[in-house]
């Protein structure tokens, strides 16, 4: 039998904590007021998110035995909202480094929190929810789960140095499967490179307008219920 995801909420508050503390930090300044209240809506927001995107992953990849044993699907046999996910997904990992480099964890920690919630969640694992149903592997179907595990994959080694422990049990979940690093720890793997080859900032403009115009369009429609 293959080996399944694991899914395990146990750690979510303590890395909530730290995620916090990290958040508190900056040059030159501690905040030391502890605020449970944050504590609880980053737990709620962040890692409740990512929890549950990990969770949707994994439900369907166990079933269909998914352990990226194949091949990658090649870029241009993806999807758009495929090579637009990882697009974006290259995009943070330049932008991250460059928040570490310059010792922003708060900075970092935003622009993982915003990728994970409106963009990986919110419309990724939304609007694809039906390319992980049926019981063939499609080239298609293939994709969506390659993709998917590519995020989490990537987001798990980010989030590492803001939120280790959370962090570590995400990715050594998802390598115990797949068997693609083999280290002990996150903390030990080789952090993300982005590929400037698959960032493609036309397509990112393209789909924030289609976004904003779904926004738009779903605010009206709320506002005309109202009347």
Not at 100 to 114: Q, S, W
Not at 138 to 163: F, G
């Amino acid at each position: 039998a293959h080996k399944k995801y694991g899914v395990n909420e146990e750690k979510a508050r303590v890395a909530a904590i730290l995620h916090d503390i990290a958040k508190s930090v900056e040059v030159g300044k501690l905040n030391l007021k502890f605020d449970t209240d944050g504590v609880d809506e980053v737990r709620r927001k962040f890692f409740g998110t990512l929890y549950n995107t990990y969770s949707f992953f994994a439900l369907y990849a166990n079933v269909d035995g998914f352990t990226y044993a194949e091949e990658d699907v090649p870029m241009n046999e993806r999807p758009e909202i495929d090579r637009w996910i990882l697009s974006l997904l290259n995009s943070l990992i330049k932008n991250v480094d460059a928040c570490f480099a310059d010792y922003e964890p708060t900075k970092a920690g935003r622009l993982i929190t915003d990728f994970v919630n409106d963009n990986l969640s919110n419309w990724y694992v939304r609007l694809n929810r039906k390319r992980f149903w049926g019981s063939a592997m499609s080239t298609d179907k293939l994709s969506a789960y390659q993709t998917l595990y590519t995020c989490l994959e990537t987001v798990a080694k980010l989030m590492a140095p803001i939120a280790p422990f959370y962090a570590d049990r995400l990715y050594m979940d998802l390598i115990a499967v797949t068997g693609r690093d083999q280290v002990v720890s996150v903390h030990l793997a080789k952090f993300p490179v982005a590929d400037e080859n698959l960032i493609n900032a036309e397509l990112e403009a393209r789909m924030q307008m289609a976004h904003a115009q779904h926004a738009a369009h779903a605010w009206q429609q709320w506002r005309l219920r109202l009347r």
